[in-house]
């Protein structure tokens, strides 16, 4: 299984547990929420530091129970924390489009 | 219902909404969000004291929980909001959160690490009005029976019953000596606990008198007993008893009168010394005449180790706030595992309180604690029946 498949079998587990109207709207949140952090990350001058973005991040990472993250959370640079959060965004537009 | 959720993801809000809409239906409540603490006062003070729940984040922009918490501890109108704190902290940033807001006094449902379960912070409180009634109840009861309470008079009639709990050597399990608690006997109201009945005791000045009969009467059950004296006695002692130079010059003469008494006072942690010099001085008198002081309720107070470097204790008791739970709560075993390390470098015996288990007692064995004292062992037995336990507690040992 590869690591996007484990993402959208994560996101099915969590958003099954609501009605198709939250799920809805819980998809689109979570979208908006992803792509202002992305975007935030972009603006961030190198020296900029991330410890706020992140702190954000292990918030949405611990609701959608996503253990492997929330792993390499505490130590992982910017790169790493990028590629975390473009793996993430992708996994729930891709989650999205299946519907 | 009214419900307000600050919280600086939207995400996260609309999760706890959409979990808050699995057990309440949406005609039974109101959610209101605010996205960071300034927007949450601004709300709250919009919507006054109608507010049934407020569930807090702690680390936002613009506002952060604390900035929310402080501004409900300052109006007395909001101190009764129920507040459920919601974080990614660490675990000792949340109980330091905990024991702020208790400290406080605000109405706490608990302090959730996230991601919570929303049922967690509901079912207490449903709970919780219920509780407020019971907790409102004993109050009352509490005020009526204090209100009706003649303490001078219950002393004048010797009212005073003293009970007494053992404290047990953990290596060879043999009773050393017996602490001494107080009630007073009320023919309306039955036994009358210290907790009612101290402040009273305070209130009307009579905590030398009170102190001195409890000397008094705790030496001669000791000294009517010849099997007794084996055994040490542990009577408590405030500072403000320690100001009151009649009354150590009555302990003095009692310890010379009771020369095969072993008596120790057990100095109380949570009262405030007052006078310093004054207390140092008596407590020096009583060393001097062959009286243990013992340091009671250790780590309760933040005083702790300034009285641990002025005062030659004979032994320290860690208060039982520790004790109890430290099977199972990693921080008290650490603070208890420390005082012990602390009191064998300095000499001084250890005594742990609140030993309510066989698990606590083998781990304070193991970490070489001298002495144990808890409901493992016995709650306080009135005196008449202290031979026939110590009998039965020799039998089983």
Not at chain 1, 84 to 97: E, G, H, P, R, T
Not at chain 2, 76 to 97: Q, Y
Request: aromatic share 8%; charged share 25%; glycine share 4%.
């Amino acid at each position: 299984m590869n690591a996007n498949t484990e993402l959208l079998k994560a996101l099915s587990v969590f958003f099954e547990q609501y009605s198709q109207e939250q799920q809805s709207r819980l998809r689109l949140t979570l979208i908006a929420e992803l792509q202002r952090m992305r975007l935030e990350l972009e603006q961030y001058e190198s020296s900029d530091s991330i410890e706020g973005l992140k702190h954000q991040f292990t918030g949405i990472a611990r609701y959608l129970e996503l253990k492997d993250m929330l792993s390499v959370m505490d130590v992982c640079e910017r790169e790493q924390f990028e590629y975390q959060l473009c793996s993430l965004l992708k996994a729930v537009m891709d989650y999205a489009n299946e519907l | 219902m009214n419900i307000l959720i600050i919280d600086d993801q939207r995400f996260i809000r609309e999760t706890m909404k959409a979990d808050i809409h699995k057990y309440l239906a949406e005609d039974n409540v109101e959610i209101y969000e605010a996205s960071n603490g300034n927007q949450g006062i601004e709300l709250i003070l919009a919507v006054e004291a109608k507010l049934d729940l407020v569930i807090l984040d702690l680390k936002m922009d613009q506002g952060d929980g604390i900035a929310v918490i402080n501004m409900l501890a300052s109006e007395p109108r909001f101190t009764a909001i129920p507040i459920a704190v919601i974080s990614s902290s660490d675990k000792r940033t949340l109980e330091l959160v905990d024991s702020i807001i208790t400290g406080l006094k605000l109405n706490l449902l608990g302090v959730f690490a996230k991601p919570i379960n929303v049922n967690d912070i509901l079912t207490p409180l449903l709970d919780a009005s219920d509780d407020r009634n019971l907790a409102h109840q004993h109050e009352s009861i509490v005020q009526d029976m204090a209100a009706n309470i003649n303490v001078r008079q219950l002393l004048k009639n010797e009212q005073l019953i003293l009970c007494y709990q053992p404290k047990i050597n953990l290596k060879t399990k043999e009773i050393i000596g017996f602490e001494v608690l107080s009630r007073l006997c009320d023919q309306s109201n039955g036994y009358i606990y210290p907790d009612v009945f101290l402040p009273l005791v305070n209130q009307q000045g009579l905590n030398s008198l009170f102190s001195r009969m409890v000397i008094s009467q705790a030496l001669q059950c000791w000294s009517r007993q010849p099997l007794l004296m084996a055994f040490a006695l542990s009577i408590n002692i405030t500072a403000d008893d320690l100001t009151c130079d009649e009354l150590i010059e009555y302990i003095i003469e009692c310890g010379r009168e009771y020369k095969q008494i072993h008596l120790i006072l057990e100095l109380t942690e949570s009262q405030e010394i007052i006078n310093q010099d004054r207390v140092l001085n008596s407590i020096a008198r009583l060393i001097i005449n062959n009286i243990d002081i013992s340091l009671d309720d250790f780590g309760k107070s933040y005083s702790t180790y300034d009285r641990l470097d002025a005062i030659p204790f004979k032994e320290i008791k860690i208060d039982k706030s520790f004790v109890s739970d430290m099977d199972i709560n990693h921080q008290h075993y650490l603070i208890v595992e420390s005082t012990i390390a602390l009191a064998q470098k300095m000499h001084v015996k250890v005594v742990a309180e609140g030993v309510e288990t066989s698990a606590i007692e083998l781990i304070l064995s193991e970490l070489g604690c001298d002495v144990a004292q808890g409901y493992l062992y016995s709650p306080p037995i009135e005196g008449r029946y202290l031979i026939d336990w110590i009998a039965q507690y020799n039998r089983s040992a």
